[in-house]
């Protein structure tokens, strides 16, 4: 009977696993079935390289919307990497025991406001400020990185958390004991013990801080140039997909899908790239 059970469980998981991967297969052929055609017509230094996206014209470039993904996503990994190390340093080393389950929920809230909460905070907050201190729109790559910087800093923290715990209390009680500073022992010793764990928290989070829509697209300025000054507007990829899909048609609509197919493409040189300099580190 449990041999049975086993099999049955086994059987179940099973499925729930092929499901996951058929559908991440579904999503991909259709992405490069609709996507690579609409390239190969627009062409692909035009598509990629160029400068101008004005569909009415037929000019379908995508270049300003890659420059201010990537832009947007380094401002906000800028901002959220030393932050989010940082907290995970005061959890593990500083915070009072009667404040951590505090701290600790506060957090995983932060983790579940929905995406346009932020975005309605960036608009009603953010935007007037730095309007005001710069003298400028407001809605800018500098506000965008921002607000996708406090987005991304639950996940941050909470696996940089995670990775300084499962260092050893030898290695920092061991620097403590040959005289170094507490600062000293967490930075100079915690910290590289942790470093694969800490690099997997960044890599979530520029995977979440790349594939971000609504926020963004709230206070970035959704303008389709490529950015001078983090005090520009600018248009994400993401942005730019889910504000012309609902009207678009023939090879406006096929130049959208391909527009998903180069974000795809970045996501994964963005991996191969990390995963690499993870096993360099790691080495």
């Keep these: 009977m449990n041999n049975l059970k086993e099999k049955g469980a086994k059987a179940i998981f099973g499925m729930a696993a092929l499901l996951s991967v058929a559908a991440v297969l579904m999503i991909c052929a259709f992405i490069f079935a609709n996507g690579i055609p609409a390239i190969h017509e627009i062409g692909w230094i035009h598509f990629l390289l160029g400068t101008t996206w004005m569909p009415s014209a037929g000019?379908?470039?995508?270049?300003?919307?890659?420059?201010?993904?990537?832009?947007?996503?380094?401002?906000?990994?800028?901002?959220?990497?030393p932050i989010g190390l940082l907290c995970a340093i005061y959890l593990v080393y500083y915070c009072p025991d009667h404040a951590q389950p505090v701290m600790k929920t506060i957090i995983d809230l932060m983790a579940g406001i929905p995406s346009v909460v932020y975005g309605f905070?960036?608009?009603?907050?953010?935007?007037?400020?730095?309007?005001?201190w710069t003298g400028t729109n407001g809605m800018s790559v500098f506000c965008a990185s921002i607000l996708?910087?406090?987005?991304?800093?639950?996940?941050?923290?909470?696996?940089?958390?995670?990775?300084l715990r499962t260092v050893p209390p030898a290695c920092y009680e061991g620097a403590l004991a040959l005289g170094a500073t507490k600062e000293r022992a967490i930075f100079f010793t915690v910290v590289p013990a942790a470093k694969s764990g800490i690099f997997c928290a960044i890599v979530l989070g520029l995977g979440r801080a790349v594939?971000?829509?609504?926020?963004?697209?709230?206070?970035?300025?959704?303008?389709?140039?490529?950015?001078?000054?983090?005090?520009?507007?600018?248009?994400?990829?993401?942005?730019?997909?889910?504000?012309?899909?609902?009207?678009?048609?023939?090879?406006?609509?096929?130049a959208l899908i391909a527009t998903a197919v180069v974000l795809f493409a970045m996501i994964l040189i963005m991996n191969a790239i990390m995963a690499v300099v993870k096993r360099r580190i790691s080495s």
């Design 211 to 254: 594939g971000e829509t609504m926020a963004v697209m709230m206070v970035a300025g959704n303008q389709a140039v490529i950015p001078g000054t983090p005090f520009d507007g600018a248009r994400t990829l993401t942005s730019n997909i889910a504000m012309e899909m609902g009207y678009a048609t023939d090879l406006h609509r096929q």
């Design 148 to 163: 996708l910087g406090i987005m991304i800093l639950p996940t941050i923290i909470t696996i940089s958390e995670s990775a």
């Design 59 to 81: 000019l379908y470039g995508i270049f300003p919307m890659i420059a201010g993904t990537i832009a947007v996503t380094a401002g906000a990994l800028l901002v959220s990497v």
């Design 121 to 132: 905070f960036g608009l009603v907050v953010l935007v007037p400020l730095i309007r005001t």
